[in-house]
């Protein structure tokens, strides 16, 4: 069992800003004088770089932690294809499970630190192989789940179905983060005061829409309270 300071980061599909969020949360936390710790432990879509293959994910978690690990350690299991993991697996012959996963995560998690995140990939229920999802891995570790809602039509039925199936898990929903990806969405304030209503669990903060050129930690960091964790 994790400590409550350890969070799984989930989000309601993919490309709701996880990573985003995750590093906006580091940042909230160091700004409490908390240390820092960020894992990427399975990532599909790589780059080649100067330092071999590198996923864009795990080097951002990388930029925003204040504890130092090796890119290996951050992001254990990294497959080149940005397709869903357990398809990008079975193309380069690698079997992967949730069990192998917490470990590569719990290796990591000796580094002390005071605030710790371990970001999914995709949504909750994204398969890991042919018999595991993702979400095995966050049970296998026992940890509090933060769940990043992508604002868009449609996201109420996401974030309680999503939220509904982490209980079911025998997990606990510690907090929600609102991203707008969407800056056309309509009826905006409506949607958030409704999921307000109905997700069981603390709002962290809302992150408005971004431009590229706006998006770094530090500014969705100032949009976010960890006190409620």
């Excluded at 996923?55 to 951050?74: G, H």
């Excluded at 990043?148 to 983060?177: F, Q, S, Y």
Aim: net charge negative; glycine share 8%.
């Amino acid at each position: 069992m994790l400590s409550s300071r350890h969070y799984f980061i989930a989000g309601t599909d993919t490309d709701v800003g996880k990573t985003l969020v995750a590093c906006g949360l580091l940042k909230a936390a160091e700004a409490q004088g908390l240390r820092t710790l960020a894992i990427k432990p399975i990532a599909a879509g790589a780059e080649r770089t100067a330092d071999g293959l590198r996923n864009q994910d795990a080097v951002m978690l990388m930029a925003a932690m204040t504890e130092k690990l090796p890119y290996q350690q951050v992001n254990p299991v990294l497959l080149e294809p940005p397709i869903a993991p357990h398809i990008a697996a079975e193309q380069v012959g690698k079997r992967i499970s949730a069990a192998q996963l917490a470990g590569l995560c719990r290796g990591a998690m000796m580094q002390p630190a005071d605030f710790v995140l371990v970001e999914g990939a995709g949504g909750w229920r994204v398969p890991l192989n042919r018999q595991e999802l993702l979400s095995a891995l966050a049970i296998e570790l026992q940890a509090p789940v933060i769940l990043v809602v992508g604002m868009k039509l449609g996201c109420i039925n996401h974030a309680l179905l999503t939220a509904e199936a982490i209980r079911a898990d025998g997990l606990r929903l510690a907090g929600w983060v609102a991203n707008r990806i969407d800056p056309d969405m309509a009826c905006f304030d409506e949607n958030l005061s409704s999921l307000n209503a109905m997700l069981a669990a603390p709002c962290l903060g809302v992150v408005p829409y971004l431009p590229e050129h706006e998006r770094s930690a530090d500014t969705v960091g100032a949009k976010l309270n960890i006190a409620f964790l």
